[in-house]
């Protein structure tokens, strides 16, 4: 973690590094603008903190410098005592924060250490837009906990090989994603065609499938190419696959053994050369006991088998995937990309999400559009010996509830909450911190 900080008072200066750098932060300390402006670049990974009133030129004049450079450079102005309308100026010109002199050691850190964490966010979603920009047709998994890593390295290995792949997963993990960085690191020259077998009518299925020929059936006036045929030299992807008829689990089952296909009506039939990859977001092993699914397909299917892990059981890359969902909607929208605190991630990498990725891409485009600048993501109540809450864990756990419900009935102003609550302004601030609860305003 990096700083620049400029202060023309030297006790003040050496004092606040020295803050700075208990708090882990590697510090370069400049008496002036001027000093200060040879460090400034666009890419550079810190904060700054700059105080208002500098000699020469000013805080502000030094903010404008580094706005015009990145407007995502985070700025935390200090300004003296009844500088309001200074502050009011720096907030409008693109500061990420101010603080008012005097300040405590804590508001500091605070401060920095998120408007750090904002910089961090950023830089890496830049990385990402930029490999995205250089390979547009090559999607992502966005992520670099220790399981999306290892998953990358084993879909980069597996890929080239053209094996038949089954993908598991709950609903909003990523298993298309997943189908099309197979497809896109195979090297196949082919289509990607994406089958959703739970979307498709029974009475249509084998037609699209497999395609038919003039004649086969009542209406079919004229040849169509199924879709294992139009991924020919591609990947063909099976979403949903437990929902196939089981009449044709049989035919697709030769079909993946024969490798050739043949068209409703036809007496002969045509070489196939697709890679096959199918998910599934249930236990197909468990469904062939019942029944509902061959087992010899299953085997047939699952070559090679790759598990999509929850969302919260990755949750290191919920502050990653959160910016760039939300850069893409901020785009999309042309809406600005939204601020938040250390405090509010903490609370939403809590989070169960049970909707998974997808869940996580619906509620950032709520942040960019504004409605859910003050949501609080529910997190479970405490985990207890037994299945039953001791009575301290059941009195925080009411507590917290009554806390959420104070802030969402005054749209997260804290001051209007404790009023509401008749407790002290600096009370309430303590069980959100204690209860990790955001709030929207303060």
């Known amino acids: 973690m990096q700083a620049i900080l400029i202060e023309d008072e030297a006790a003040l200066r050496l004092a606040t590094s020295q803050t700075l750098e208990l708090g882990g932060f590697s510090v370069q300390a400049c008496a002036s603008a001027e000093e200060a402006q040879a460090l400034l670049r666009a890419d550079y990974p810190g904060v700054i903190v700059t105080d208002v009133r500098l000699p020469g030129r000013s805080g502000l004049e030094l903010l404008a410098q580094a706005a015009a450079m990145d407007a995502e450079l985070p700025v935390i102005v200090v300004t ?27 508001r500091l850190l605070d401060a920095v250490k998120r408007a750090q964490e904002r910089r961090r966010l950023v830089l890496e979603n830049r990385q990402l837009r930029t490999a995205r920009a250089q390979h547009p047709d090559v999607p992502d998994l966005v992520g670099r906990s220790a399981a999306i890593e290892q998953l990358k390295v084993l879909i980069r290995n597996i890929a080239p090989a053209g094996v038949d792949v089954l993908i598991n997963g709950q609903t909003g993990t990523g298993k298309e994603v997943a189908a099309r960085l197979l497809h896109a690191a195979s090297g196949r020259k082919g289509n990607f065609v994406a089958i959703n077998c739970g979307a498709l009518p029974e ?25 294992l045929e139009y ?12 929902s196939m008829p089981m009449a044709l689990q049989v035919k697709l089952l030769r ?7 043949e068209r409703l009506g036809a007496n002969e039939t045509v070489a196939l050369d697709c890679t096959v990859v199918a998910a599934t977001k249930l236990d197909l092993l468990q469904l062939s006991a019942q029944g509902q699914f061959r087992e010899d397909l299953y ?11 929850r969302l919260r059981d990755r949750r290191d890359d919920i502050p990653l995937l959160l910016a760039h969902f939300a850069a893409d909607a901020a785009a999309r929208y042309h809406r600005p990309l ?13 989070a169960e999400w049970p909707g998974n990725v997808r869940e996580l891409r619906n509620f950032a485009e709520r942040l960019v559009l504004g409605i859910a600048a003050t949501a609080v993501v529910a997190v479970p109540a405490p985990a207890a010996e037994g299945g039953v809450l001791s009575l301290p864990q059941q009195v925080d756990h009411h507590e917290r509830e009554l806390i959420v419900q104070a802030l969402s009935s005054v749209d997260g102003n804290v001051a209007l909450a404790a009023d509401n609550l008749m407790v002290p302004r600096k009370t309430l601030y303590d069980k959100l911190k204690k209860y990790q609860i955001a709030a929207g305003r303060k």
Not at 231 to 242: H, M, N, S
Not at 255 to 261: D, F, G
Not at 299 to 309: A, E, F, G, K, T
Not at 338 to 350: G, H
């Open 299 to 309: 085997y047939r299917l699952s070559v090679v088998s790759i598990d999509l892990p």
């Open 255 to 261: 079909v993946l053994q024969e490798r050739r296909v």
């Open 338 to 350: 939204p601020a938040w605190s250390a405090q509010q991630m903490a609370q939403w990498q809590a």
């Open 80 to 106: 003296g005592h009844g500088d309001v309308e200074m502050a009011v100026a720096a907030m409008r010109s693109g500061a990420y924060d101010f603080i008012e002199k005097p300040f405590a050691a804590e």
């Open 203 to 227: 009475s249509v299925f084998e037609s699209e499938i497999f395609g038919h020929e003039a004649g086969a059936f009542t209406g079919a006036q004229k040849r169509r190419i199924g879709k």
């Open 231 to 242: 991924a020919q030299g591609g990947t063909v992807f099976l979403d949903e696959i437990e």
